[in-house]
């Protein structure tokens, strides 16, 4: 054996046996950590590199820092909360309670009645919304989106945060490195800039930071805040979905956005300066302020948000979601344009079936994502076996992320039902009990079902042998999605 072979076979023990030790004692789930050591072993060198990259929450030296130093204003902040006047009780609202209760163990977020909430499902409706809001603020306009495109519909309202800032409105826009870096590259992004507006690149990538921080962590979150008051979030990005990846030939992506006012409004502004804070060390202290009482007889939907990410309590929305199947009695109806589960969401879901319950899920015929499309696919055929409803929608790229639970509770926001959004992301979600909104809700699915295909267990066992090892071998990296 020449020398040269002994160091190669040395360097594969170091590494392997190194960096196995490593992920074994990270406590990451089982799937998650097999699927690390495999490509490890497979791929020694390129694995040890991806595993130092991206196996490991690593949100960099400065954002640890600064995180301990907002610890103590924002936890007096979230103390302040719990005994607002429009603090829920969570005991009167039996549905809802194990859900809120949840979560603000996790968050210590409480949910809040006197809210009122709209529902916004085309972008028609939704731009039209936001562009009247934008007009008429007064104060702060606040926008955090995973992806701004400066072109059609959006060209409009970029351009009235310009009037904006000059009647003495102050307008910050944070915007994730990855999915807006060709925006903040525009002649738009510039104009903006000489002109007031403050635009903050969240989570900056580049090829050095690599070697410090993890670079697949992204501000996936959707806000728009204005003057504190009016709040909106939910699943669509600052991009017209007339002109937006249109290359990608999925058709118009379709989303949904909610628009709410009252305390709700409040805490999404507060999750926005955290973040705000957090990618500029700028203090918002002047800034944050608790929800103004305002009783609201009708109507006062009760509302919870639940901002999840690295930073925050990493089990929560895991949890929340589990939470929010196994306690469902009637029905359970899910939108989500990536469907990568864990084992754990597939148990619930397929017990959920099998004890009765009508569970269907909503996705995308076409998808964007080569590797997420087909992993998703290599659950479908245990889910159908055991009664889960699928069907597969064909107007367009459908990217609405929507829980509905039995009646009247419903989960929007920003979270697909991927590894990613769920452990990795930094996302928002609502968590709403209202039967009304629940409803109005329904009737949305109901549009999305006219549109959409069902796939049978015979129709999906029956596939070609080719395309089953295809998605099973993207099923072996789910965990790392």
């Avoid at 973040?275 to 609201?296: I, N, V």
Wanted: glycine share 6%; net charge positive.
């Amino acid at each position: 054996m020449t020398w040269a072979a002994v160091y190669s076979v040395l360097v594969f023990v170091v590494i392997t046996l190194g960096l196995g030790l490593r992920i074994l004692t990270r406590n990451k789930s089982v799937g998650v950590t097999l699927a690390w050591l495999f490509l490890i072993m497979i791929f020694p060198i390129g694995g040890a590199v991806l595993y130092l990259i991206f196996g490991e929450q690593n949100l960099g030296f400065i954002r640890a820092r600064r995180a301990r130093e907002m610890y103590q204003f924002y936890g007096k902040w979230v103390l302040g909360l719990r005994s607002h006047p429009s603090r829920l009780d969570p005991a009167r609202h039996y549905a809802a309670k194990p859900l809120w209760d949840q979560s603000y163990g996790a968050i210590r977020l409480p949910a809040f009645q006197h809210n009122t909430l709209e529902i916004l499902d085309t972008p028609e409706a939704i731009l039209t919304a936001m562009h009247a809001d934008i007009v008429r603020a007064r104060s702060s306009i606040l926008l955090e989106f995973y992806i701004c495109q400066a072109d059609g519909r959006i060209l409009a309202l970029l351009e009235e945060l310009i009037i904006a800032v000059k009647r003495g409105v102050e307008v910050k826009m944070l915007l994730d490195s990855v999915g807006s870096r060709q925006f903040f590259r525009t002649a738009i992004c510039r104009r903006l800039q000489q002109a007031g507006v403050e635009v903050a690149e969240a989570l900056h990538a580049n090829p050095l930071r690599m070697l410090f921080q993890r670079q697949d962590l992204r501000l996936h979150r959707k806000i728009l805040s204005i003057d504190g008051e009016i709040a909106y979030t939910g699943s669509m990005n600052l991009a017209d979905p007339e002109t937006f990846q249109r290359e990608a030939n999925v058709g118009v992506w379709i989303d949904l956005m909610v628009r709410v006012e009252g305390p709700t409004a409040e805490i999404l502004r507060g999750v926005f300066l955290m973040d705000w804070e957090m990618e500029t060390g700028q203090k918002p202290s002047a800034s944050l302020r608790y929800p103004s009482f305002e009783h609201r007889e009708k109507p006062s939907i009760p509302i919870q948000v639940v901002p999840s990410g690295p930073a925050l309590a990493k089990d929560n929305l895991i949890h929340l979601l589990l939470t929010a199947i196994y306690q469902a009695r009637k029905r359970i109806i899910i939108t989500t344009p990536y469907f990568v589960p864990d084992d754990a969401l597939i148990l619930a879901l397929k017990a959920a079936a099998l004890r009765g319950l009508e569970v269907t899920i909503y996705l995308p015929f076409r998808n964007n994502s080569f590797l997420a499309k087909h992993a998703g696919r290599s659950f479908f055929e245990e889910l159908l076996h055991d009664g889960v409803i699928i069907r597969r929608f064909t107007g367009g790229l459908l990217h609405t992320k929507c829980v509905l639970i039995d009646d009247d509770i419903a989960l929007v926001g920003s979270v697909n039902l991927d590894m990613r959004s769920i452990w990795l992301n930094f996302e928002l979600t609502l968590v709403v009990n209202d039967l009304e909104t629940t409803q109005k809700l329904y009737r949305v699915v109901a549009d999305y079902h006219q549109k959409s295909q069902p796939i049978s267990f015979q129709q999906w066992s029956s596939r070609p042998y080719y395309r089953k090892v295809i998605e099973h071998l993207a099923r072996l990296m789910s965990p790392l999605l």
